[in-house]
C-alpha cells in the first residue's frame, strides 16, 4: 500500500512550507493528491488520518461535497424511492423551506450550526414544532443519503441541537360532541358525510376514510388498505392517487372494527368528488372549514374526529394495545404518549386490585403481630 509522504519544501519556499502527497483509495492507480500545511505538526496529523480513513474504509474524496444543495436536493429527490406523497413532501420541503437558505452551500460546507440557525429563523417565522419535525426528517434523509454515499463525512443534521418536540395529550375536553359531529355531516352534505363517519366510528385519517370502498367491509370489520394522497406528477400537476397506508408498505392493511350503525353508509362507498372522479384530502378540509363558520362551531379540525373515537374506546375499557393497532401507530408508544391518560378509570381500578391481591396478606401479618408483641408482654 502507498502511504503518504510529507515534503518539506524548506523555510524559503513560497507558500505553505509542508506538503503531504498521498493516493485516493485504489493503489498504485489511484488518484493522487496533496494538500500543504505551515506547521510540520499540522501536515503529521492530516497524513495520519488519511491513512487511517483508508484503512477504516473511511476516506471520502475531498471534491465529492463540491455540489450544491440545490443540485444535491434535485439528485437525490429524482433518484428516491418512496411513495409519491412522502416524494411530494420532501420535494416541497427542499424547494420552500431548506434550498432558500442552504441552497448555495456545497454540502460539504453544511455544518450543525447552519441546521441549528435554520431551525431558529424556522421557529421565528411562526412554524410549529411539529412542522420542524418534518422538516428535519426530510433534511436528515438526504444528508445521510450524501454520507452514505461517501460524499460527505457525516451527516450535519444528526449532529445538529434539534428542537424538542414534546408530545401534547390530546385534550378530550375539547372534541366535538357527538351532536356536533352529526351537524357537521350533515353539513357537508350526502356525498362525503361517510368521511365523517368513518373518521369518528373507525378512527380512521382523512387520506383513509376516502380510501374505503365498499369491498372492504367483511363480517363486523373494515379492511383498510390504501390512502389517498395528492402529489405533483412529472408535469408539475397536481393529482390524487391511491398509495399504501402511512407506516405501511404497499400491500399492507390493517383492520377496524365497525359498528353495525355506520351500514347504511356502506353503499355509499367509495367516496367521488363533484365530477365522479378521486377526491383528496383538502377538498374535504375545505368542505369541513366551511360547514364549521355554518355553524358556528369552535374551529375542530377533521383529525378531531380520529382522537374522539380513541377517547370514547379508551374510556370505555378497550385495551390500549387494541386501538394502537386499529389507529395504525408505528407504535404503542404512539398511542400511550399521546391517549394514556384516557384508559378507563385507572386510578379507581388500581387501590381495588391492589386490595383484593394484597390486603388479606396485610391484615393477617399485621394481626401475627399484634399477637406476638401481647404474648411477649405478657410472659
Not at 435554520?118 to 417565522?125: G, H, M, V
Not at 359531529?181 to 368513518?198: D, E, F, K, Q, V
Amino acid at each position: 500500500m502507498t502511504l503518504a509522504k510529507i515534503v518539506d519544501r524548506g523555510a524559503t519556499a513560497l507558500g505553505k512550507r509542508w506538503t503531504v502527497r498521498y493516493r485516493e483509495p485504489g493503489g498504485q492507480t489511484a488518484r493522487q493528491r496533496e494538500k500543504s500545511f505551515d506547521r510540520k505538526k499540522d501536515a503529521v496529523d492530516f497524513a495520519t488520518k488519511v491513512e487511517g480513513d483508508k484503512r477504516e474504509n473511511l476516506y471520502v474524496d475531498p471534491s465529492a461535497g463540491k455540489v450544491s444543495v440545490r443540485r444535491y436536493a434535485d439528485e437525490w429527490l429524482a433518484g428516491k424511492a418512496a411513495s409519491a406523497g412522502t416524494i411530494e413532501s420532501y420535494e416541497r420541503i427542499m424547494r420552500l423551506h431548506v434550498v432558500p437558505h442552504l441552497g448555495r452551500k456545497t454540502i460539504s460546507q453544511v455544518a450543525a450550526a447552519d441546521i441549528e440557525s435554520l431551525y431558529a429563523r424556522w421557529r421565528q417565522e411562526g412554524a410549529a414544532l411539529n412542522t420542524i419535525e418534518s422538516r428535519h426528517i426530510a433534511m436528515s434523509a438526504m444528508f445521510s443519503h450524501a454520507a452514505r454515499h461517501k460524499r460527505i463525512r457525516s451527516n450535519p443534521v444528526a449532529a445538529a441541537d434539534k428542537l424538542e418536540n414534546p408530545v401534547i395529550p390530546v385534550d378530550d375536553r375539547a372534541l366535538p360532541s357527538f351532536e356536533e359531529i352529526a351537524a357537521l355531516a350533515h353539513s357537508i352534505g350526502p356525498r362525503l358525510a361517510p368521511a365523517i363517519w368513518l373518521m369518528a366510528s373507525c378512527g380512521l385519517r382523512i387520506g383513509e376514510s376516502l380510501g374505503v370502498h365498499s369491498a372492504g367491509f367483511h363480517d363486523g370489520s373494515l379492511r383498510i388498505r390504501r390512502q389517498v394522497t395528492r402529489y405533483k406528477d412529472a408535469s408539475g400537476k397536481y393529482v390524487q392517487k391511491y398509495a399504501p397506508l402511512k407506516h405501511r408498505k404497499e400491500g399492507e392493511w390493517r383492520d377496524v372494527p365497525v359498528a353495525d350503525s355506520l351500514q347504511p353508509f356502506i353503499d355509499r362507498l367509495p367516496i367521488n368528488n363533484a365530477s365522479g372522479g378521486l377526491p383528496y384530502p383538502d377538498l374535504l378540509r375545505k368542505s369541513w372549514g366551511r360547514a364549521i363558520k355554518r355553524l358556528g362551531l369552535p374551529e375542530y379540525t377533521p383529525h378531531d374526529l380520529r382522537h374522539k373515537w380513541t377517547t370514547v374506546t379508551l374510556t370505555s375499557g378497550v385495551s390500549i394495545h387494541e386501538v394502537s393497532r386499529w389507529l395504525g401507530h408505528r407504535s404503542i408508544k404512539v398511542t400511550v404518549d399521546q391517549y394514556g391518560h384516557l384508559t378507563q378509570d385507572g386510578h379507581e381500578r388500581c387501590p381495588q386490585v391492589v386490595e383484593v391481591a394484597v390486603g388479606p396478606y396485610m391484615l393477617t401479618a399485621g394481626r401475627a403481630t399484634s399477637e406476638r408483641g401481647a404474648e411477649s408482654v405478657l410472659g
